[in-house]
């Protein structure tokens, strides 16, 4: 309720903004459209959207303008997809680890004045970037430029990495190179199973996707600005 209460209230501060939140069935959808008239905000500018593949999703995803982020459990992939694809995340982090993975991502890309501490800081930095279409165009020049040369989006150097990882893992445990030959993992299972000294948070936390395949969760919701 805290979210949407945020929400709401940066709906009411930006009067042509809308909303885009992902259509999971029709009595969610019921429930936020009654909790928005309930604040003063009127069904139509609450848009809910199909889940999509892929592709079609990160299209789709261009066209909006901020990424609300959620509370406790913030953006993992979705805050990634966000960035790769131009949108400004706002996030406020928090102590549990789930509440911290949008703001490291968002670290990386240059983003700390979007990392919030408060509500009312959430609030009042989505509200003054809603109305700065400047600010807007800067943050979304710089996000896609930086799809080449940011760390999150560099495949190879990640496998380098997590190659690293491993082996430092299997040195430990006492295991020789010739015993873990290169091989496809399917599932995060699989790994855990060929490498049962690995710590289960790198399978879980560490590896975006295993043969192409994301681990992480759907999204959550989204912000987009009228232009």
Not at 61 to 71: P, S
Not at 86 to 99: C, D, E, M, S
Not at 174 to 194: C, F, H, M, N
Request: aromatic fraction near 8%; glycine fraction near 6%.
């Amino acid at each position: 309720e805290p979210v949407f209460d945020a929400w709401c209230g940066i709906l009411q501060a930006v009067p042509n903004a809308v909303l885009w939140l992902l259509r999971w069935n029709a009595n969610v959808q019921t429930a936020l459209e009654r909790a928005a008239a309930e604040r003063g905000i009127g069904a139509g500018r609450l848009r809910f959207v199909p889940l999509l593949g892929a592709d079609e999703h990160l299209q789709r995803l261009v066209c909006g303008d901020l990424y609300l982020d959620a509370w406790p459990c913030n953006a993992h992939t979705t805050a990634g997809e966000a960035l790769w694809a131009g949108v400004p995340p706002v996030t406020l982090v928090g102590a549990p680890f789930a509440q911290r993975v949008a703001a490291s991502l968002m670290h990386t890309a240059g983003l700390d004045d979007l990392i919030c501490d408060d509500v009312e800081q959430y609030v009042q930095t989505v509200v003054a970037l809603a109305k700065d279409t400047s600010r807007r165009a800067t943050l979304r020049e710089r996000l896609i430029a930086q799809r080449d040369t940011n760390p999150l989006f560099d495949g190879q150097r990640f496998a380098r990495d997590i190659e690293a990882l491993f082996n430092v893992e299997r040195y430990e445990s006492g295991l020789q190179l010739s015993d873990l030959e290169r091989k496809t993992y399917e599932t995060p299972e699989a790994v855990i199973a060929a490498f049962p000294h690995v710590r289960r948070s790198v399978i879980n936390y560490g590896v975006p996707s295993f043969s192409g395949r994301s681990i992480s969760g759907l999204i959550f919701a989204r912000a987009f600005q009228n232009s």
